[in-house]
């Protein structure tokens, strides 16, 4: 299938020399939650403002839906949607005057039927007639993505969609987002909090200093880079690994009263039932175990600071 | 021409309007009715005629030419540098919309509603003084030249300013004097020889001249010179905002 947006060789340099992004080549699966990791500074809001016409690029091309955002960005742009990360709404105006506006420019027909689903699918229809100024931070956080959703865009970015909104709200967004997925939206977020990415993205990209470190599947690369940790409480404290447990992934911690045996998620024998029959017979007891997983947070860290590995639980 | 934007936008600043009326509307409606108490009924009557006008009437042109001027360029510069501040051009700079769309929109809004304001002066003018329009069809003409012309100046400024004060500053420091100093309440042919010819370097000096021609049928200046000053400059306007979009200057980075 043709990805729905096509980035190639993207690069942007500012007047002052500094190269927000570095020949970024990205494709987004159509109908997939592509979430863009990065810490702040990265390029993830240059690299979205880009695609939607906000910022120039200083190389390379985008496609959206087979469109070229520079030469063809009529046909480019009215399949987006953009929910910027900063709460810019017009302050003295209705939430459905504003939708209405962001619909007409988006060059659609008025349609106050799509207005009201929109609306009540982000509990705002009851403030329709209230001044958007009037609306809390969450609320006003619905309405950009209520006005980015009014033109029906085939495509939606989201930047930092849940920056400072409370959990409970964060919680109705992603379900918000899962659904707009199911009805054939692509959605591509980028977020600070790695449980979002976690809990929604079909794939996770990486970026850091303007350059696309990696891109992938989320359950492979939890899977390829995600370690599981099994932890031993032990019985009697132990100064040293015995000698016929050398060759096993273990590792003494707690001044020797915890045992930690690391596996591989992703190989079908994990060795544990091997290494509780050794302790037995070698007469190691233990009074508690508790696996633990490698997060994407630590996962995120540990690619972002340049290691290979993912760091333990 | 994506039709549904320029509607939008054009009803998104007519609201504003609307919601902001006494400010928009009734506020320079008033300051001008002032002018018209106090220069026209008042201090006028004592004064002579002007080329055969009485001064209440001599003054109707050039006086409702500084509102329009004034009330275009802020309307424009306001519309648009509003969404800049408030950060909501993100919305015009993503959506399918070309400049000369955005233009239309902006500008068409704030020209309707000097034309408006030029109206309800005019009407508002007949209350004091009693005037005549030998030639309607060339005031409203020149009406309109100079709503759109100065709107899209306007827009051109709100383009071009990054503070409020910027906004402010040509309209409060070049315009008003400029409309001031260039015949709104005196003939130029009053001045003394070298200040008349200082004057023509003034381009209000053409609006006025020309506007109070379609009144009363006496000019300052030729009227085809004040047509062309006009037309020449709302083409530089328009050269202006076609380059601004096009190389995204103080829009994009």
Redesign the interface.
């Known amino acids: 299938m043709d990805p729905i947006i096509s980035i190639k060789g993207l690069s942007k340099s500012?007047a002052s020399g500094f190269e927000a992004l570095k020949s970024v080549d990205l494709d987004i699966r159509r109908g997939e939650i592509f979430a863009l990791l990065g810490p702040n500074g990265a390029g993830k809001t240059t690299l979205i403002n880009i695609v939607?016409?906000?910022?120039?690029a200083s190389a390379g091309t985008v496609h959206a839906d087979g469109h070229d955002i520079v030469r063809d960005?009529?046909?480019?742009?009215?399949k987006?949607g953009?929910v910027?990360q900063?709460l810019?709404?017009?302050?003295?105006?209705s939430v459905l005057?504003t939708l209405?506006?962001?619909?007409?420019?988006?060059?659609?027909?008025p349609d106050p039927a799509h207005l009201e689903r929109v609306l009540r699918a982000l509990s705002l229809w009851d403030k329709r007639n209230n001044k958007i100024m009037t609306l809390s931070g969450g609320m006003k956080r619905r309405v950009l993505i209520a006005?980015a959703l009014s033109h029906e865009p085939q495509i939606l970015f989201l930047d930092e969609p849940t920056a400072g909104v409370d959990v409970e709200l964060r919680r109705d967004m992603w379900q918000m987002v899962r659904e707009l997925r199911t009805s054939g939206v692509t959605i591509i977020l980028t977020t600070h909090y790695i449980e979002e990415a976690e809990e929604m993205a079909d794939r996770i990209g990486v970026i850091n200093k303007g350059e696309l470190i990696l891109v992938e599947d989320k359950n492979v690369l939890m899977r390829k880079l995600g370690k599981k940790q099994l932890t031993l409480q032990l019985q009697t404290p132990l100064a040293a690994i015995p000698p016929s447990l050398g060759g096993l992934p273990l590792e003494l911690a707690d001044d020797g009263n915890a045992l930690v045996y690391t596996f591989d998620t992703q190989s079908e024998q994990t060795g544990i039932a091997a290494l509780l029959r050794q302790l037995s017979e070698q007469g190691i007891d233990f009074k508690d175990l508790h696996s633990s997983e490698s997060s994407l947070e630590e996962i995120f860290v540990s690619l972002v600071h340049g290691g290979s590995k993912g760091a333990r639980a | 021409m994506n039709w549904h934007a320029i509607r939008a936008i054009y009803r998104f600043e007519m609201a504003r309007t609307f919601r902001t009326i006494t400010q928009s509307i009734a506020s320079p409606v008033l300051s001008t009715s002032l002018y018209f108490v106090v220069f026209g009924a008042a201090i006028g009557s004592r004064m002579g005629a002007i080329d055969g006008v009485s001064y209440g009437a001599f003054i109707i042109p050039g006086l409702i030419m500084l509102s329009l001027l004034n009330e275009s360029i802020s309307n424009a510069s306001f519309g648009i540098y509003m969404p800049k501040w408030a950060g909501t051009i993100y919305e015009l700079l993503s959506a399918p919309v070309s400049a000369i769309e955005i233009v239309f929109g902006y500008v068409g809004a704030a020209a309707t509603k000097s034309l408006m304001l030029g109206a309800l002066i005019l009407i508002t003018a007949r209350l004091f003084v009693p005037y005549e329009v030998v030639h309607p069809f060339w005031m409203l003409g020149f009406l309109l030249l100079t709503a759109v012309t100065f709107s899209l100046f306007g827009f051109i400024i709100g383009l071009w300013a990054d503070d409020w004060q910027k906004l402010q500053v040509i309209p409060l420091m070049i315009i008003t004097p400029m409309t001031f100093l260039g015949g709104a309440f005196y003939s130029i042919n009053m001045l003394p020889p070298l200040w008349q010819k200082i004057t023509l370097f003034n381009p209000v000096v053409y609006l006025i001249s020309g506007f109070r021609w379609s009144f009363y049928g006496v000019a300052d200046v030729n009227i085809v010179v004040s047509v062309s000053a006009i037309v020449g400059f709302l083409l530089a306007c328009l050269f202006a905002v076609w380059w601004i979009f096009r190389t995204g200057w103080k829009l994009k980075v």
């Open positions: 500012y939607c016409g906000i910022v120039n960005y009529r046909a480019a742009r009215a987006i953009l910027p900063e810019s709404t017009d302050a003295f105006e005057a209405k506006f962001s619909r007409g420019l988006f060059g659609k027909a006005k």
